[in-house]
């Protein structure tokens, strides 16, 4: 049983209060609850399209929005269920987009690649590779140029540092000194290329010296080493609007998407299981039990809490009408 020296406000030995603790675990078991729905619901024929998921990930988007105020944003690729989720949309709504169904955050036309959440500044949502990373810079500029003093989370894969859109945007962000933290994840694989077939230099954060701004790495299966990375990050930015490039070492336990299940061809049994001794999820709850900062009936009830949300959302999914046709014809245009 835990001890409970630090429980209620105080910090304890993991820098965090219980209060963060919880939140910390419950964001990432939700992300965790969603995907394992989602799979499901993809067997059963009820997603359509692509499905990619986050388990393994789910420490570096938590831990990295959880140093955020509500007005920064976030931006990602395709495998965003996360960061959606961790900037606070709600899960009824990302499980009915998932669907295909009116209620979804894209009113159900977008699907798994293309969350997007105005009212929590979450920007998407994007399925070509790197094509993100200049959007970032431009919200960059726009916070900017209006005089904010909000920052962007850019999360993208490995996958993206090989090509130009990567580079062009990081040195524009920095000559112009924008506020875009970009955050690479990096998980080793692009589809089944692996990072030593596409990369001549592998040590994704030392590309932040070629533009003259700070890169760190970070264990991307800690999510308080990610708060404590990203934190600092941020508060730099913030204060002198100079961008950071942070690479968080971290694997994705299933296949590149749902029709590469497991991911078996490119990686071995070895490699998988070793990698999944890694389970941030694991290791956050056995670090709090071990600090007494919250108890095992607490992680009962942060565990039921979870799957009462995510039965709910797709209770909710299933329950919203498809989109009707003459849809397809609007959201096309802005209208100004
Ligand atoms: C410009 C572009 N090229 C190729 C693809 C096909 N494609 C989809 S996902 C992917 C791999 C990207 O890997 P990474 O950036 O490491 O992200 P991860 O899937 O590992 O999260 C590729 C090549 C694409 N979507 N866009
Ligand atoms: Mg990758």
Not at 275 to 286: M, N, W
Request: net charge negative; charged share 25%.
């Amino acid at each position: 049983m835990a001890k409970a020296p630090t429980r209620g406000g105080a910090p304890s030995a993991l820098g965090v209060d219980a209060a963060v603790a919880k939140r910390l675990l419950t964001d990432m078991l939700l992300i965790r609850r969603f995907e394992e729905k989602a799979a499901e619901a993809y067997t059963l024929g009820k997603i359509g399209g692509f499905l990619h998921l986050y388990i393994g990930e789910e420490a570096v988007a938590v831990g990295a929005t959880s140093m955020l105020r509500p007005d920064d944003y976030a931006i990602s690729a395709y495998r965003e269920h996360g960061h959606c989720l961790a900037k606070g949309s709600d899960p009824k709504r990302a499980m009915a987009e998932l669907f295909g169904r009116r209620d979804g955050l894209s009113k159900g036309k977008g699907g798994s690649m293309h969350l997007f959440d105005k009212s929590t500044n979450f920007l998407g949502g994007h399925a070509i590779v790197g094509a993100h990373l200049p959007i970032a810079a431009g919200v960059g500029f726009a916070i900017k140029y209006q005089g904010g003093d909000q920052v962007i989370i850019c999360s993208f894969g490995d996958g993206a540092v090989p090509e130009g859109e990567f580079h062009e945007s990081m040195n524009l962000a920095a000559l112009w000194k924008l506020p875009v933290i970009f955050l690479c994840e990096n998980n080793r694989y692009a589809m089944g290329t692996s990072i030593e077939r596409a990369l001549a230099q592998t040590e994704i954060w030392k590309f932040g010296q070629s533009y003259g701004i700070p890169g760190e790495r970070v264990d991307g299966m800690d999510v308080l080493a990610v708060r404590e990375t990203v934190g600092r990050a941020v508060a730099r930015t913030r204060q002198q609007k100079t961008p950071s490039l942070i690479e968080a070492d971290t694997y994705r336990f299933r296949g590149h998407s749902m029709r590469d299940p497991a991911g078996a061809v490119y990686r071995t049994k070895e490699e998988v299981e070793r990698e999944k001794q890694r389970d941030p999820i694991a290791q956050f709850r056995d670090k709090v039990l071990t600090a007494g900062l919250l108890s095992e009936a607490d992680v009962r009830a942060i565990e039921k809490d979870v799957n009462d949300r995510i039965d709910e959302a797709v209770a909710f999914a299933d329950a919203s009408p498809e989109p009707p046709g003459e849809w397809l014809f609007t959201d096309i245009y802005k209208e100004s």
